[in-house]
């Protein structure tokens, strides 16, 4: 997984010199492999003209949903809520990789996202 | 309003197929049975996983979930007159009601201000789901303090945010987290408005009356509102706690007891009407004059969204 990415502390105690990018076939090339995600628009959220993407198995909920606020052009008083299994929301802190182990189906995860004025 | 359904009971809305608008209105919201079942379906897996969840009853009827835990946050400290603080990982950084402007520079006028530093910190939670009769849904609670036991202040709490939700929260602050007091217990707690919990459970509540399944609100609830502010809901919550039971209104239901004119039964609930999960009665053979329906016990007659609120 992107261990090596997201634990910052482990790369100063190794050495500079070892290198963190993976070689072509070592066992490192999971860290590379994405999975299928396929964006649903719920209510009256705008619909993404591209659904399926190719997402990194380390990739959080949160820079996921920070990719579709872009992509939607979303405004700063709007919250963006995603969705798995139509049941729950993810924590933003989750890794893709996990859910579609969990909740993945047809080789694909699919999840629901929603735009609202949250909170407020 | 003949034909509305009975709102809060998610399974009652099942059988209710005449004004579909109505019913998805109606179905965002959580009665205090239901919300007292699947907090029970919540500790149950909370014990399997020894994650600290506990049932707090207070004056014998009113009752709420809580739990303690340890999280990061970020925290302030006044800087020394060299502007060092005892913390080596400061960062200087300003807050939302700090004016990062020329008063600063105005050594003797405005002595109130003081430069701070922020910086992430190890903070003790308490967090309490408690159910709001007025909102019809649950609210959570919480405190929050440093080791040496110092509460943060409200502008703590609100960098202390997760970031996937500061931009929406420094958009309208006073709209998302504020203090108030603790309507059990009667202290200061920070809270989680609730107003938009509708917004946010629609989706899930939509699907699931479409698919003809149940889902436990509260996780579903849980698990959008506990990550902004730090509360840590393991997945297997999703996949692990079932749904409370349905009410028995199930199959055999007689024409008269689905659409209940709601202001002209005044029936008076606490007088033990059918406990939807634990007696299944059928609602037909009861009793009742007023609304043949098992009723779920609100303590005021099944106020429309828009109607008198409860208490």
Known sequence: MSDNAESPTETQKDEPSTPQQPTEDSGMADDKKKIDVLLKAVGDTPIMKTKKWSVEKGRTVQSLSQFISRFLKMEANEQLFIYVNQSFSPSPDQEVGVLFECFGSDGKLVLHYCKSQAWG | ?311
């Open chain 2, 1 to 311: 309003m003949a034909g509305r359904p009975t709102p809060g009971c998610l399974s009652d809305l099942e059988m209710e197929s005449e004004e579909p608008t109505e019913v998805e209105m109606s179905s965002c919201f959580l009665d205090e049975e239901t919300f007292c079942q699947c907090c029970q379906l919540l500790l149950q897996h909370s014990h399997s996983l020894c994650d600290g969840w506990s049932w707090e009853q207070v004056k014998g009827s009113e009752g709420y979930l809580r739990k303690t835990a340890l999280g990061t946050g970020r925290t302030r400290c006044i800087l020394d007159q060299q502007g060092n603080s005892s913390d080596q990982h400061q960062e200087r950084t300003f807050s939302l009601s700090f004016h990062n402007d020329e008063d600063d520079e105005d050594d003797g006028a405005v002595c109130c201000i003081q430069e701070e530093s922020s910086s992430s910190s190890v903070v003790q939670y308490e967090y309490h789901i408690l159910y709001s009769c007025s909102y019809q849904t649950p609210v959570l609670y919480f405190r929050a303090s440093t080791l040496e036991g110092r509460s943060l202040c409200l502008e703590e709490v609100w960098d202390s945010v997760h970031p996937n939700y500061r931009q929406r929260l420094q958009h309208r602050p006073w709209d998302t987290i504020t203090q108030q007091e603790h309507p059990l217990l009667g202290q200061s707690f920070f809270v989680l408005h609730p107003c938009r919990t509708e917004e946010f459970m629609m989706p899930v509540l939509k699907a699931a009356l479409e698919e003809h399944r149940q889902v436990n609100y509260i996780v579903t609830w849980l698990s959008v509102v506990g990550p902004v502010v730090g509360l840590d809901v393991p997945l297997s919550y999703c996949t692990q706690v079932p749904e409370p039971p349905h009410t028995p209104s199930s199959s055999p239901q007689p024409p008269s007891s689905s659409p209940q004119p709601p202001s002209s039964s005044p029936q008076p609930p606490s007088s033990s009407p059918q406990p939807p999960s634990s007696s299944p009665q059928p609602p037909s053979s009861s009793p009742q004059p007023p609304s043949s329906s098992p009723q779920p016990p609100s303590s005021s007659p099944q106020p429309p969204a828009l109607g008198t609120k409860p208490g």
